[in-house]
């Protein structure tokens, strides 16, 4: 029985990585940083979940010494600016996404965010690309930094499993990377992959199933679903 489905949100959702990148540069040329990263940097720095945590990777990598007080503004600064982009620019959600949302809701399958950007991340893509607040579509969204342990630790999915009162055998995660898959799987939960831009060609064996998208040939392991349902 498959009561909710729970999405991440960056490279799930929508293919928001490049525009996350390019607001992490904005910001740190705004914040007179010498740093710019390109595109093969950034699929590094994607093994680190969150984007404070990328930061304080990067500096590490780099040898520059760089306290907390100024990672936090210029994240705050980069959120900023990501919000700035997704209203301005063309952000648009990942094929066959809203089918499956529409598709599963009227079945009465309920919708959940586990996700590790921050909730106006969240609000400015969902606005931006279906036109309405986040809490419209998701009864539950569990995001940014309520949980200490980002993925690939469970526990943002554990918290969304907590707030939609299911156990994870009632649920399916849709991700699209390794860090996510494996945090999906701690917290117990069958794993739907659909690789993104920065993630295709990463190992994802332990995933129930992978998908290039959610439409077509992903409709197998929906169409049980909605049939067991
Ligand atoms: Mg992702």
Known sequence: MIKALIWDVDGTLSETEETHREAF???FAAAGLDWTWDRQTYRRLLQVTGGKERMARFAADN???MDAEVIQETHEDKTKSYGKMLETGSASLRPGVRNVIGATRQH???QAIATTTSPPNIDALILATMGCPADQ???VIAAGDE???KKPAPDVYL????RLGLPAADCIAIEDSVPGLTAARAAGLRVMVTPSLYTDGDDFGTADWVLPDLT???LDPLAAI???A
């Open 108 to 110: 009465g399958i309920r």
């Open 159 to 162: 918290l969304a499993l907590e």
């Open 226 to 228: 909605l049939a067991r």
């Open 147 to 149: 949980v200490a342990a």
């Open 25 to 27: 540069n904005r910001s």
């Open 216 to 218: 077509g040939p992903l």
């Open 137 to 139: 579509i998701f009864d």
């Open 63 to 65: 040898g520059t010494a």
